[in-house]
């Protein structure tokens, strides 16, 4: 077998990622947005026959650079998206270099074993029970579909029905209790599932887009059937995370499963002084939480955690003929059969920070976000519109238009990047802080920035009138 180039195309890639990643922090956060421009640099026939690997390498990094969104760098602050810490990248590198098919300890014995201790690890920084099985998977999408398809088996169960074998047809009829602000991967899950959205019944949430207790209560009432409920931790708007805790108690007795999507909230657990706002979280059956949003580890990275690894494995499990089925083997405990061994950059993320550097994560995005909320709400016409509780903060800027305007006009300022919501029929302007990099001198920038924006849009479309669009200015409230 003939040695082949490796060193041309590697070099290539080091070179060009190193460049990258040096520049970030005085890069242009956003993209530019120039569809025409990047096919006129990406495009072109078919091609015939071979290319220098090398030459491709530099090409490719060349040309798709303009499109690239410095979604990695510490002033990104769009929907909930993480960066990637060193470790966990150079990890990502060797895992794509050794790659290794993660179903099976016969195929890959070192990835199964890191994947064994990098889930014992990530059980006890969450605080969740030691017991509970653990699924790499692609994102907090799957890690709910393969929450809920375990959840699904087990009140099916309980109820006489064997769903993996007999299906939905003529199943006992199935809720699914979700607070008003879930995610709509939960709704996407339930229809990959067959469960289907009418099963879902919306619980009342607070203000802050917690789900309410007392209505979840008033909504289990005499209810013996199968039941699922699906908790929050951390909503991708307001940050807030509902009273897990309470909901667990409540749910329990009523036999039902309960669910909890924290794809970045959950790592609050990981930190001593955020850990309270999820009293109770190790109660529920399933949990759901991404590694390539707060942990930082490059996409892609979600993680499943399930109190009931008869169930979980009976949702998920598969056998074939001609495979070398182990134990503890991953196709077990996931909806994939080859699978990327994404638990290895997870496990080098996770020796590199330690237990406090994690922490150290999660309450430097918390307290980033207060900064921000702080700063930002000495001023006129400037209003935050949730408690900031964690890493999210919604603002405001007059009104709905005016809002909407300065969302734009920051993108396009490229000193970071956010993006807009609607919050309680209000445009916002959300900031999430996700970033490992992000210090409280990117906040400053940043804040100068988006006021900077303001004053320009202001000067530019001065006259808002009587506040059609959601009332007239407001004074600013911490
Ligand atoms: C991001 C997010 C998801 C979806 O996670 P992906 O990794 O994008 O699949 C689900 N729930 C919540 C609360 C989220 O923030």
Redesign the pocket.
Known sequence: MQQPDWSGPLTAAYSSALAFLTDLPDHPVGAAPDREALLAALDGPLPEGPQPAGGVIEQLAAAADPGIMRSTSGRFFG??VGGSTPAALAADWLTATWDQNAGLFALAPAASVIEEVTGRWLRELLGLPGHATVAFV???????FTGLAAARHEVLRRAGWNVEVDGLHGSPRLRVLVGAE??D??DRALRYLGVGTAAIEAVAADEQGRMDPAALARALDGADGPIIVCA?????NSGAIDPVGEICDRAHRAGAWVHV?????LWAAASPSRRHLLDGVEKADSW?T?A??WLNVPY?S?LLFCAHPQAHRAAMSVRAGYLIHGSGDAIDLTPELSRRARGIPVYAAIRHLGRAGVAALVDGGCGAATRFAESLAAHDGVRIHNEVTLNQVLVSFDDDDRTRAVVRRVQDDGTCWVSGSVWRGRAVMRISVTNWSTDLDDVDASVTAMLRCLEAERASAPARTNGVLGGSPTRARP
């Open positions: 929907f909930v692609t994102g907090g999408q799957m890690a709910n879930r995610h991967t939960i929050q931790a951390g909503g991708v999507d924290g794809a970045f909230g759901a991404d390539h949003k892609d979600g």
